[in-house]
């Protein structure tokens, strides 16, 4: 884990931290809570693979520090049972207040809020650069080689143990649609170059297992 919290100090550093305490504590704060026993795809794993993708791309953005820091605070708060976007509403609360202690200023505070409150739908404006890269970060799971999507469609569903399987069907079928529904699922020009195709494939074939008539 301590490359990950040099990875966490850096990205504050840059984003114009500035208070007496350090940031290893809210470092380590956000990294128990990714490490929680009921997460298994939202964990650890994820967050690393984002961070790497805002690495490798961080010439699109404009803030690429504050892309990675709504990367760290986007999942924080996790609990499959909760409704609606609470989950990413509770995670820009949480990164308000972790961020502010850490003295960012209050506009970079204020940018990684909204940051992080697009991951709930991954609507993003034209022109929003941060926001695309943010949100195709998170999504670049969708387009990996097949036998690594089905891993991660198989950590989503023990995420929802709690969930009957017909039901789990439905819910996770909306949600699949949902995303197919979208104008475009990458919003970075050259990532959606690369990812699109590969992506919606995926969704369709999980789509199609999830539809089919039982046996």
Do not use: K
Request: charge should be negative; glycine fraction near 6%; proline fraction near 6%.
């Amino acid at each position: 884990m301590a490359e990950l919290l040099e990875r966490w100090t850096t990205a504050t550093r840059g984003a114009g931290a500035t208070g007496p305490a350090g940031p290893t504590e809210a470092g380590e704060e956000l990294l128990r809570r990714w490490r929680e026993p009921h997460r298994h795809y939202h964990t650890v794993d994820h967050l690393r693979a984002m961070l790497d993708v805002i690495d490798r791309h961080a010439e699109l953005a404009v803030r690429p520090d504050l892309v990675r820091l709504a990367a760290w605070c986007h999942d924080a708060v996790y609990d499959p049972r909760a409704a609606g976007d609470t989950n990413e509403r509770d995670s820009a609360e949480l990164a308000v207040r972790l961020l502010t202690g850490l003295g960012l200023p209050a506009d970079a505070v204020a940018e990684v809020r909204r940051l992080v409150l697009l991951t709930a739908g991954h609507l993003v404006d034209a022109g929003d650069a941060d926001g695309a890269l943010l949100c195709d970060a998170d999504l670049a799971v969708l387009a990996a080689p097949a036998p690594t999507y089905e891993r991660y469609a198989a950590a989503v569903r023990r995420e929802y143990a709690h969930v009957a399987e017909a039901e789990f069907r439905v819910g996770r079928a909306r949600v699949l649609r949902a995303l197919l529904d979208l104008p475009a699922l990458f919003r970075s020009p050259p990532l959606a170059r690369l990812w699109e195709q590969p992506a919606r494939a995926n969704l369709r074939r999980e789509l199609a297992v999830l539809t089919a008539p039982a046996r």
